[in-house]
T-cell receptor, first 116, second 113 residues
Framework: EAQVTQNPRYLITVTGKKLTVTCSQN?????MSWYRQDPGLGLRQIYY???????DKGDVPEGYKVSRKEKRNFPLILESPSPNQTSLYFC???????????????FGNGTRLTVT | GENVEQHPSTLSVQEGDSAVIKCTYS??????FPWYKQELGKRPQLIID?????GEKKDQRIAVTLNKTAKHFSLHITETQPEDSAVYFC????????????FGGGTRLMVKP
């Protein structure tokens, strides 16, 4: 089954304790992205990757890191989490964006992070 | 960059009535406008999309219209059912391929039986 898999689904941690949220897709998609969802603010992009070893900042990258060592995996790293990073996080993937064709985003099931 | 505004933020309708959600975008070069539905506790899923060379698209009870001149697009749901209750997000794809989609703030639709 084609899917984007995130882990964990729920995570409670304390300020300053490094954490990683994993994301894996089995659709051979080149494009992967991380979003955070907060009430009234919709989905805001954190980081994205156009291909292996190619990553770029989205709209709200502060406090986050990503890596893309393999095509299927795109982990989100919070080196020193703070309470304002409490949010619902979604990983998504799609075929390579192109100016003449846009491929739908496929979302993972989300990770609800609470930082105390 | 692209800015997408979505209205209303909440919408309550009676079962069987129609629901309309509207979005405006700022980048006149945007060419792709998808709509995502997010049920409670679940991930957003694409329900319909429209490209800039088309003015209207229908899929059973849902339709999307696009007015490029005014830079707005709308989602229309007819004969609403309780299972249509969800949060709906519009999005627009700007000229920055890496950013790909800019999302609106979402509309919580409640369909009362």
């Amino acid at each position: 089954e084609a899917q984007v898999t995130q882990n964990p689904r729920y995570l409670i941690t304390v300020t300053g304790k490094k954490l990683t949220v994993t994301c894996s897709q089995n659709m051979n998609h080149e494009y992967m992205s991380w979003y955070r969802q907060d009430p009234g603010l919709g989905l805001r992009q954190i980081y994205y990757s156009m291909n292996v070893e190619v990553t770029d900042k989205g709209d709200v990258p502060e406090g986050y890191k990503v890596s893309r060592k393999e095509k299927r995996n795109f982990p989100l790293i919070l080196e020193s989490p703070s309470p304002n990073q409490t949010s619902l996080y979604f990983c998504a993937s799609s075929l390579r964006p192109d100016s003449s064709y846009n491929s739908p985003l496929h979302f993972g099931n989300g990770t609800r992070l609470t930082v105390t | 960059g692209e800015n997408v505004e979505q209205h209303p933020s909440t919408l309550s309708v009676q079962e069987g009535d129609s629901a309309v959600i509207k979005c405006t975008y700022s980048d006149s070069a945007s060419n792709y406008f998808p709509w995502y539905k997010q049920e409670l506790g679940k991930r957003p899923q694409l329900i319909i999309d429209i490209r800039s060379n088309v003015g209207e698209k229908k899929d059973q009870r849902i339709a999307v219209t696009l007015n490029k001149t005014a830079k707005h697009f709308s989602l229309h749901i007819t004969e609403t059912q309780p299972e249509d209750s969800a949060v709906y997000f519009c999005a627009a794809s700007g000229t920055n391929a890496g950013n790909m989609l800019t999302f609106g703030g979402g509309t919580r639709l409640m369909v009362k039986p």
